[in-house]
């Protein structure tokens, strides 16, 4: 072998390596979202719900009603865990995710059609996969008295990290695991 062929052969390696250097460099910059989400609750209407996305998350924010709040602590029965509100939040965020499977939730305003129609249905989010509905509190719905807990019942669905910046920031900060 030459010392051309060897020098070529070197220029090449040098070469090779040096592009693939780049190519891994330069893909290691994909954009990240971004760290937070900052939603102004001054501009979000008391009752309906509004919906985000964060890191690839659907999710919602709702501002409370004294209605909608009265209505709430009367369905802490209906509930699977009856986990009753603490106080009288101004508003609920949660991930519209179902926990159990994946599915992304959606949205069932007040009188929709739902799964079990005996009570009267006051708006939340329903799993078009697979059995499930939640009230606006994230709470997992029990539609009949006689379900059975080891084949229908959900778990609520998840709150992300969040904080209260001035008093009417909402900074969401972090999502649950899936």
Request: hydrophobic share 40%; with cysteine; proline share 7%.
């Amino acid at each position: 072998m030459t010392l051309r062929r060897v020098l070529l052969l070197i220029a090449f390696l040098l070469a090779t390596g040096a592009w693939v250097a780049l190519v891994h460099w330069m893909t290691g910059l994909e954009h990240k979202g971004p760290a937070y989400l900052d939603i102004d609750l001054a501009t979000i209407p008391a009752g309906s719900p509004k919906f985000y996305s964060f890191q690839g998350v659907p999710l919602t924010l709702v501002r409370t009603t004294d209605a909608m709040f009265d209505d709430l602590q009367a369905q802490t029965v209906h509930t699977w865990g009856r986990r009753e509100i603490a106080g009288r939040p101004s508003f609920f965020v949660h991930s519209l995710v179902n926990p159990a499977d994946g599915c992304e939730v959606e949205h069932a305003p007040r009188g929709a059609d739902r799964y079990a129609p005996a009570r009267p249905w006051q708006g939340g989010y329903h799993d078009p996969c697979r059995f499930g509905e939640w009230d606006y509190a994230g709470r997992a719905i029990k539609q009949y008295v006689d379900q059975d807990a080891q084949l229908l019942q959900r778990p609520d669905l998840q709150v992300p990290e969040f904080e209260v910046r001035d008093e009417h920031i909402l900074r969401i900060l972090g999502m649950p695991k899936r």
